[in-house]
T-cell receptor, first 112, second 113 residues
Framework: KQEVTQIPAALSVPEGENLVLNCSFT??????LQWFRQDPGKGLTSLLL?????REQTSGRLNASLDKSSGRSTLYIAASQPGDSATYLC???????????FGTGTKLQVIP | ETGVTQTPRHLVMGMTNKKSLKCEQH?????MYWYKQSAKKPLELMFV???????ENNSVPSRFSPECPNSSHLFLHLHTLQPEDSALYLC????????????FGEGSWLTVV
């Protein structure tokens, strides 16, 4: 059974700092790995999706990497802003009709 | 706006009530899902529908009854719920063709009193 862990559970950083969020998964036979953002009381917004054949994906100030062999993914946020404050979740997809396992998320607070 | 719309956004119901949550997507996706999100717990998959056919029921109690009349609409019928069923219920959809970004709705906050 796939298990997804995100560390730390919460993170507080000053504005402008670069930061890394971690995601680990136990089953390396994944189809893709997605990172999501969730604002309080809202749904999830997809940030980046990395296919199993890829090593990283970039979107603006966000860069996500994937190392299947070690069962890890990281989300790098450059020059953090208060608007980045949210909970970030990763999800490992082993393919087929819905075998996506979510982590519990990292709650990020960027302090002005 | 993600293209997945959920109504109502907030719902308070008694344990003997019958209510329904609705989800609608016009993204041309063929797979739709219900997830439950409780505090301090990972998202829990409840049901999966692919082309209107249920392909996954993740051991969900029968007081939750899904319905998928077409590939654009998904309902979750609620009956005789318990207070521990209070949570954020999220609907999602995807194409399930391989390049599968998952799109979520804003969720329906359910409180059972």
């Amino acid at each position: 059974k796939q298990e997804v862990t995100q560390i730390p559970a919460a993170l507080s950083v000053p504005e402008g700092e670069n930061l890394v969020l971690n995601c680990s998964f136990t089953d390396s036979a994944i189809y893709n790995l997605q990172w999501f953002r969730q604002d309080p009381g809202k749904g999830l917004t997809s940030l980046l999706l990395i296919q199993s054949s890829q090593r990283e994906q970039t979107s603006g100030r966000l860069n996500a990497s994937l190392d299947k062999s070690s069962g890890r993914s990281t989300l790098y946020i450059a020059a953090s802003q208060p608007g980045d404050s949210a909970t970030y979740l990763c999800a490992a997809d082993v393919g087929g009709y819905q075998k996506v396992t979510f982590g519990t998320g990292t709650k990020l607070q960027v302090i002005p | 706006e993600t293209g997945v719309t959920q109504t109502p956004r907030h719902l308070v119901m008694g344990m003997t009530n019958k209510k329904s949550l609705k989800c609608e997507q016009h993204l041309g996706h063929n797979a739709m899902y219900w997830y439950k999100q409780s505090a301090k717990k990972p998202l829990e998959l409840m049901f999966v529908y692919n082309f209107k056919e249920q392909t996954e029921n993740n051991s969900v109690p029968s007081r939750f009854s899904p319905e998928c009349p077409n590939s654009s609409h998904l309902f979750l019928h609620l009956h005789t719920l318990q207070p521990e069923d209070s949570a954020l219920y999220l609907c999602a959809s995807t194409t399930r063709t391989g390049e599968d970004t998952i799109y979520f709705g804003e969720g329906s906050w359910l409180t059972v009193v």
